[in-house]
Each structure stands twice: as structure tokens, then as C-alpha cells.
């Protein structure tokens, strides 16, 4: 065989030329040419490659074969300029190469249809008269990375071909598998395997046209039972060997490997209606994974599992809005999320946390290491404390919805966060925080401030969490008495979920922008719809609650230091709170106290603080991140709540993103224009009953100050009139919007709740 007639086809091929001659002519080119020693025919350990052209010098340097040569489609015209000889190795790489093309090709709508038939002819001359399969499952092993990785590629595409042309499993594949994933540990070269498998879930997965189902049953159904045994064994290593410590060991690319395939195992298992045990293991035996990330293993893998048990307990919402299904009609995965949850709590509660170290090193361009002329010093890696924080918080959220009486979750959900609370205090003690945390509820903005979407996700999990318990709570007796009112009320501070607590903290971090909450709302990268609909439904019947914590804003008393009273009367019952920290916390006075004791200290504090206003409003975009967990497709309608109660029942994300899409930038930009306009004039539009103290053509801080008489020192309601003048500074945008048909989608139930709270604040606040 001439290398000058491979490189020719190589070119025909990217080229999409018509490949002339018969199909035998062709699988000569692609026939590896592979020779085995007899002793080893079972692994294919050992092998060498055969001379493939007779052309190729003697003088040929052996120490070329080592040599790392890159095969590529934009390389095709060196080959075209290349007189000599390849060596063999640099023929198996086109070879191997070719293979992953013409797979391509017959996979690609723009190929004609007579160019796909023949390359569908060669590959199954490939596979019947050269055992190809064969051939590639012997490079797998290879001590030649690449060649190991080209291998796996093209076997890839291989069995994939077959599953979406023939509708066959290649056996010589799935023996090969069963073989080596049971023989593991004493086989320790998986890695090879486990890549192939992943690949072509990949590949199934991406192809819009394959009926998913089906094919991805085929493929995982026979190795259902062998993939549950090697997670076992896999997870049940001591991974305080040696082996571990170093992300470049053989032992360390195994369980990158894995990681990988319970990655693609966890998003292929939407595509069947009865998912399977090996894509179900992951949910079940979740302290294997704890277990490991606890462990002394390198800081890399602790990372790779604990993104990926952020994407499990973020799957549930991603399952239900891509299949429009009710979560409890799928009883697999009701018990799956359950057993996640229940694996997760029961780590946390045994002190999981305090043996996770998160790295201190910050991440640099390029590397992980600091420039030496560089002095500044990274804090504790931000992410992983985000990723973290919502596996417990979304956790609590399923263990708490899905339970009967509060009795029944109640200690286990306040053990819990009084763990989740000191992790927060140990980690970001200190990391650059502006002022000493004084609140529990303030934890939620300071940790989830960069991140948006995860942020939503988590003041959801503890809105729902807040709503059920409170529900619980009087469906439990017939009537409230007030102290058990006060009770509650300084139990859900004490655990730092208290939503009206949680959302006025939010608004401070971003000084009361409403562009900032406009930002989020049209995003598809967020579930802050959901969460911003049921707080305000929640705000419309709690509206006395709200007001109280607002003037604990701005008391002149220690901030928090009891929500239902100056002196709460539960402070000494041990039963509200979680540990002595904990009670000393909540009720220890801090800077964020607004002094009210002279004119003189009020007035430089309403100065200070627009002034600082005005600089974080500047910035307040840079607070979207582009990172999300899911985008929920366009949003089309709402449901409509004032026909509707308040119960756990209703699904108000099933109806309002089901169907949500990115919008075009082009479409982005109008309503960020038209946003701009309504900015400029918000202070005309404002109507005065919502701000008593505004003027005309003055800002806000500034008439407040000028009320205050230096004789004459009242609380005014500060807090409460910022957070309804930002509510209702939303409710105009989103207004204007709608008139101009720029919002994405009909905001009218959204408008009718904004409007509501609005007529409360008015009546509330009479002129």
C-alpha cells in the first residue's frame, strides 16, 4: 500500500469528494496492521506495528514512534506536500483518524446520500473481514497515550454507528467490557473502557434524530448489573494510598474516568421512562461518594464529585421541566431524590462537612499557582463552597416537602443547618466580608451573591422549606397563640431562613436596584420567576411580618435581637436554638445597626450610604454570571393566582417555565434600552404614597434626612420604603415592557402580585 493513496482518500474524504473505487479497495487503506504477540492475544498488552509500506527508509529514526504528531482536518494539505514515508505509527494515527471522519460524515445531513452508503459498505467490510473492533480494543491498551485515545474515539463512533445504522451492539465490544469492568480491581486498566462508554452516551445523546430511548437500551441494558458492581468496587478503595494523591497516577485516571460516565449515566437517564439500576446507583449509594470526598484523596477529585452531586440534586427540576411530567408520577425518582437526601443529611449530621478542606489557593490563567511578584493571597475556592452549600440546602428542601407532620423533620432540618452555619462561619471568617455577619439570614446573599442562578436555587429550597413548615405548623393545632408566634418566628431566624429576612438582605447587597431584579426576570438562567411569584404571594398574606422586620432595620436597638419583641422571651428555651454560638449569634449587636440617636449621626449616615448607593448600582450588572445549572426554555403564561391558594400542591414552575427559551441579544438590547429610558424618569412615575417623605426632583436619603429635626428623632420606616419603591420600580419596568411587546412573556399574573403589594404599602402608609 502507498501512504500517498491514504493520504489521498484522507483528503477526498474532508473534501466530501465521492470515493471512485469499490469498498474492498478502500478497507485496505483502513485495515490496521496490528501483530500480536501469542503469549498476550487476550489483553493485547503487548503488540507492535507491522511495516505498512515496503517504501519506508531503514534508516528510518526508531525513536520517531515516541514522537507525538497531531492528526487534524486542517493538516491535509502537508500530507499533499509530503514526499517521504510515514512511519507506521503516523500511518495507524490517519488510519485511526479516517475512521472518526467517515463516521462523521454518515452522520451529517449534508452528505450525499450515495457518499454516506459507501462509507456504511467500508465499515461493515471493517468490521466482518479485518475485525477492526478487534483490532482498535488491542490499541486501547496501548503505552502510546494517543494512540490509546484515537483508539478509543474510533471505537466510539464504531459501536455508535452500529447502534444508530444496524440497530446491533457490536459483541466484541460488550464482551471486552463485562470482561474488564468485572475483573476490576485485579484489572486495573479501565480507563480505556470507561472513556468508550461514555463517548458514545455522549454521542447518543446529541443526536437530535435517534430515538434515544431505545438505543441507549440496548447499550446499557448488558452491562446493567457489571457497571453496579464496579461502582462497589471502585468506591470502596482506601483512597489513602499513595495511589490518589497525585491526579497522574493510573489509579487517578480511573476514577476521572468514572466520574465522567456518572455524569453521562445521570443525563441519559431522562431519555427512558424506567431509568436502570447503574443510572440510578449514583442517588442510592450516595455515602460511597461521601465517603471518598472525606477521604484523603487529591483536592481535584473532591471537586469533580461534588460539582456532580450539584447536578443531581439540581436534575429533579431540569427531569420535570423537559418531560412536562408531575414529579410525583415518577415514583423512581421520588426514591431516588430520597435516598440522595437522606445520604447527604445523614454525612452532614455526622459532622461531613468539617472534614471537607477547601483549597485556599486562588485560580490563576494558565495554571493554579501564584505569579512570584504576585503577594495577593486566595481566599477558600468560592465555587466549591456554593456547590456545597446548595447539595445540603436543596437536601433539606426534598426531605422536607416530602414529609408528613414538622414534628418529623424539625430537629433533623435544625441539626442541619446549625451545621451548615458553622461550615459558613469557619470558611468566610477570613475571606473578604465588609462587615461582621451579625444575622444568620444574611449567610444566603454573602455566599451566593457572585452566583446567581445558584443563588435563586437556594432561597427557593428555603422559601418552599419556610411554606411547608409554616403550613405544617397550623394545620397542626387550631389556633397560634402568640407566643408560639414568637417561637417560630425566632426559630426561623435562629436557623437563618426567614424569606422576608433573606429577601431585604438581598436587596441591600444590590442597593435596591430593580434593574438588577428586571435582569433576572428575563433571564432563562435562573428560577428567580418561581422564586419572586411565591414570595410575593407569601408577602401579600404576611404583610405585618414584613413590616416588623423592616423596622428592625431600622431600629435603633440591637438589630435582630429579637424579631417578635425587644426582649424575646424564648431566648433562654434551649429547644429554639441549635447550640450556645448559634443564640449568641442571632443576638449579638454589629455596624449594620442604624443609629438613630442624633440628627447629626442619621444625616451622615444617609449620605455615606447613597454615596455608596449610587457606586454598587454602577456595578450591580457584573452581579450576573453566566454560569447556570439549567435553562428552563420561553416562558408562556402564568397561573393565574388570585383563583388560586397558597398550597404545595400548585406547581408554579411547571407553569411558568416550561417552555422557556433564550432570547436573541438583538431582543436583549431593546429591553435594555427600554429599560434605560424608564430608569431616567422612575422618580416622576413613583407615586408619592409609596415614598411620604419624597419630593419632587429630590433624592430619596436626602428628604429623609432633611425630615429628621434634631429635636424631634423618630425610626423612620427606611427599609420598608426602599424595598416597595424597589417592588414597585419593577412593577413599571415590567409595565413598559409589556406595552412595547418587549418583555419575553406575559408578565400579567407577575404585574397583578406586584400590584397587590403595592395597594398594601399604600394603605399602610396613607398621605
Not at 490563576?364 to 446548595?390: I, K, M, W
Not at 458553622?422 to 461582621?436: A, D, N, Y
Not at 429628621?708 to 424595598?723: A, C, E, G, T
Request: include cysteine; charged fraction near 20%; charge should be negative.
Amino acid at each position: 500500500m502507498k501512504i500517498s493513496l491514504l493520504q489521498q482518500m484522507y483528503k477526498d474524504v474532508l473534501a466530501g469528494i465521492p470515493l471512485a473505487k469499490e469498498s474492498h479497495h478502500y478497507t485496505s487503506f483502513l485495515n490496521l496492521c496490528i501483530e500480536q504477540s501469542p503469549e498476550r492475544d487476550e489483553s493485547c498488552n503487548r503488540m507492535h506495528l507491522s511495516s505498512v509500506n515496503s517504501g519506508i527508509s531503514s534508516h528510518q529514526n526508531p525513536g520517531i514512534s515516541d514522537a507525538v504528531v497531531p492528526i487534524a482536518d486542517d493538516a491535509s494539505n502537508n500530507f499533499a506536500n509530503t514526499n517521504s514515508s510515514l512511519c507506521p505509527r503516523e500511518v495507524m494515527l490517519l488510519q485511526l483518524t479516517l475512521i472518526k471522519m467517515m463516521v462523521a460524515k454518515v452522520q451529517s445531513q449534508e452528505t450525499e446520500f450515495s457518499t454516506r452508503q459507501k462509507y456504511c459498505d467500508i465499515f461493515v467490510l471493517l468490521v466482518k473481514e479485518t475485525q477492526i473492533d478487534s483490532k482498535l480494543i488491542c490499541l486501547l491498551s496501548s503505552s502510546d497515550q494517543l494512540l490509546s485515545h484515537m483508539a478509543s474515539k474510533s471505537l466510539a463512533s464504531l459501536v455508535y454507528f452500529q447502534l444508530k445504522e444496524e440497530n446491533t451492539l457490536n459483541v466484541t465490544w460488550l464482551t471486552f467490557s463485562l470482561k474488564i469492568l468485572s475483573e476490576f480491581p485485579t484489572n486495573t486498566q479501565v480507563a480505556e473502557c470507561l472513556w468508550t462508554l461514555t463517548a458514545i452516551i455522549r454521542d447518543t445523546l446529541k443526536d437530535k434524530d435517534l430515538p434515544k430511548a431505545g438505543v441507549l437500551k440496548k447499550l446499557l441494558a448488558p452491562l446493567d448489573a457489571v457497571l453496579e458492581g464496579f461502582y462497589n468496587s471502585i468506591l470502596c478503595h482506601h483512597f489513602d494510598s499513595l495511589h490518589y494523591t497525585s491526579p497522574y497516577s493510573e489509579a487517578a485516571n480511573n476514577l476521572i474516568s468514572f466520574i465522567d460516565l456518572l455524569e453521562a449515566l445521570l443525563v441519559s437517564r431522562v431519555e427512558l421512562e424506567l431509568p436502570l439500576r447503574c443510572q440510578r446507583v449514583l442517588f442510592l449509594k450516595v455515602s460511597y461518594v461521601l465517603n471518598v470526598i472525606s477521604s484523603s484523596v487529591h483536592y481535584l477529585f473532591k471537586k469533580l464529585f461534588i460539582m456532580l452531586l450539584k447536578k443531581c440534586v439540581l436534575y429533579k427540576s431540569r427531569e420535570d421541566s423537559v418531560s412536562g411530567s408531575p414529579f410525583l408520577q415518577k415514583p423512581y425518582l421520588y426514591e431516588d431524590m430520597l435516598a440522595l437526601s437522606n445520604g447527604v443529611l445523614q454525612g452532614v449530621n455526622l459532622t461531613w462537612l468539617n472534614q471537607i478542606p477547601l483549597s485556599e489557593k486562588a485560580s490563576y490563567f494558565g495554571g493554579s499557582e501564584p505569579h512570584p511578584e504576585d503577594n495577593t493571597h486566595g481566599g477558600v475556592d468560592q465555587t466549591l463552597l456554593r456547590a456545597l452549600s446548595l447539595v445540603v440546602l436543596k437536601a433539606l428542601e426534598f426531605k422536607f416537602l416530602n414529609s408528613t407532620t414538622e414534628a418529623e423533620v424539625k430537629g433533623e432540618f435544625q441539626s442541619s443547618m446549625s451545621q451548615l452555619l458553622t461550615f459558613w462561619r469557619g470558611h468566610l471568617t477570613s475571606s473578604s466580608c465588609s462587615h461582621p455577619v451579625v444575622h444568620n439570614c444574611e449567610w444566603l446573599s454573602l455566599i451566593f451573591i457572585e452566583q446567581d442562578d445558584d443563588m435563586w436555587e437556594a432561597a427557593k429550597a428555603l422559601l418552599l422549606i419556610y411554606l411547608k413548615s409554616d403550613r405544617l405548623r397550623h394545620d397542626a393545632v387550631d389556633g397560634i397563640s402568640l407566643e408560639e408566634a414568637e417561637t417560630w418566628n425566632f426559630f426561623t431566624h435562629a436557623n437563618g431562613y426567614n424569606p422576608h429576612c433573606v429577601f431585604l438582605f438581598f436587596l441591600k447587597n444590590i442597593a435596591f436596584d430593580s434593574t438588577v431584579l428586571l435582569d433576572f426576570l428575563i433571564s432563562s438562567e435562573t428560577c428567580f420567576l418561581e422564586y419572586l411569584v411565591r414570595y410575593l404571594k407569601l408577602l401579600r398574606e404576611d404583610w405585618h411580618h414584613f413590616v416588623n422586620i423592616c423596622n428592625h432595620f431600622d431600629t435603633k436597638h440591637d438589630i435582630f435581637q429579637a424579631i417578635s419583641s425587644d426582649k424575646s422571651p424564648h431566648q433562654g428555651k434551649q429547644n429554639c436554638m441549635t447550640d450556645v454560638s448559634l443564640q449568641n449569634t442571632c443576638c449579638e449587636p454589629g455596624p449594620q445597626v442604624l443609629s438613630l440617636a442624633s440628627s447629626r449621626n442619621y444625616l451622615a449616615f444617609t449620605t455615606e450610604q447613597g454615596d455608596n448607593e449610587v457606586a454598587e448600582s454602577n456595578q450591580s450588572n457584573s452581579l450576573l454570571c453566566t454560569d447556570s445549572t439549567f435553562l428552563p426554555g420561553s416562558l408562556q403564561s402564568l397561573v393565574n393566582y388570585d383563583s388560586s391558594e397558597d398550597s404545595e400542591s400548585e406547581s408554579v414552575g411547571e407553569e411558568c417555565l416550561a417552555n422557556t427559551e433564550q432570547m436573541p441579544l438583538s431582543y436583549e438590547a431593546k429591553i435594555r434600552e427600554a429599560v434605560s429610558s424608564c430608569r431616567d424618569d422612575k422618580q416622576n412615575t413613583l407615586k408619592s404614597e409609596v415614598l411620604p417623605l419624597k419630593q419632587k426632583g429630590s433624592n430619596t436619603s436626602s428628604v429623609l434626612a432633611s425630615a429628621v429635626s434634631s429635636d424631634n428623632i423618630i425610626p423612620l420606616r427606611v427599609m420598608l420604603y426602599k424595598s416597595t419603591a424597589c417592588l414597585e420600580e419593577l412593577q413599571i419596568a415590567i409595565s413598559r415592557l409589556q406595552r412595547r411587546n418587549l418583555f419575553p412573556y406575559n408578565p400579567s399574573a407577575l404585574l397583578k402580585l406586584l400590584s397587590h403589594v403595592e395597594k398594601i404599602s399604600k394603605n399602610m402608609n396613607p398621605q
